[in-house]
């Protein structure tokens, strides 16, 4: 396979929605690549910032891990730490501009590592294998949790957040257009 063609067409995309759930704290949003299949990868960093990562391609297989490195070739502030072994990779280090977490799974209480979640159905669920051996689908959706056995932390998904800003955008230029209307000088 190919690797798809990677741009980054939204640099960093800082939320400031009151409608996020509370417990939310996306900091950005990035859409890396191109192509007709869209999965979200989400990475949680153990102070509570969120970073998610819309990936784009074409063809066929395309794993989570395939995705996370072209995501790491593409953003500059971004940088991956991860050992490479037979079965697979063991993700040790995330940063993100400049918000990192490192961690092997080798200090007590033992979960200073990265977990790897699927959302496959109805919630999240802690993953069974490593994301070498995830093979992506159009709407999937992955996410790395740092120091935490606690599923990932709810952010909007791509297309609600699309829907919440339109929507946002829709509402002020109605209240607009009725205190026009509405005010005695006009």
Do not use: K
């Not at 759930?21 to 869209?38: D, K, Q, R």
């Not at 280090?93 to 159905?121: K, M, Q, R, S």
């Not at 740092?146 to 919440?164: D, M």
């Amino acid at each position: 396979m190919s690797t798809p063609t990677l741009f980054v067409s939204l640099g960093s995309f800082v939320v400031g929605l009151s409608s996020l759930p509370a417990n939310a704290g996306l900091v950005a949003s990035y859409e890396i690549g191109i192509g007709a299949n869209t999965a979200s990868i989400q990475i949680d960093q153990e102070d509570g910032d969120a970073y998610l990562f819309n990936v784009h391609w074409s063809g066929g297989s395309y794993t989570s891990w395939q995705a996370m490195l072209d995501a790491d070739a593409a953003l500059e502030g971004l940088s991956l730490q991860y050992d490479t072994y037979s079965w697979g990779v063991f993700l040790t280090g995330v940063t993100i501009d400049g918000d990192t977490d490192f961690g092997f799974g080798d200090l007590w209480p033992i979960e200073n590592y990265w977990h790897f979640w699927l959302h496959d159905t109805a919630e999240w669920e802690m993953a069974s294998f490593g994301a070498t051996d995830r093979a992506l689908f159009d709407g999937a959706r992955d996410a790395w949790v740092f120091g935490s056995p606690i599923a990932p932390q709810g952010v909007p998904a791509p297309g609600a957040l699309a829907l919440t800003l339109a929507w946002s955008a829709v509402c002020r230029g109605r209240c607009r257009s009725a205190r026009r209307r509405a005010s005695p000088g006009h």
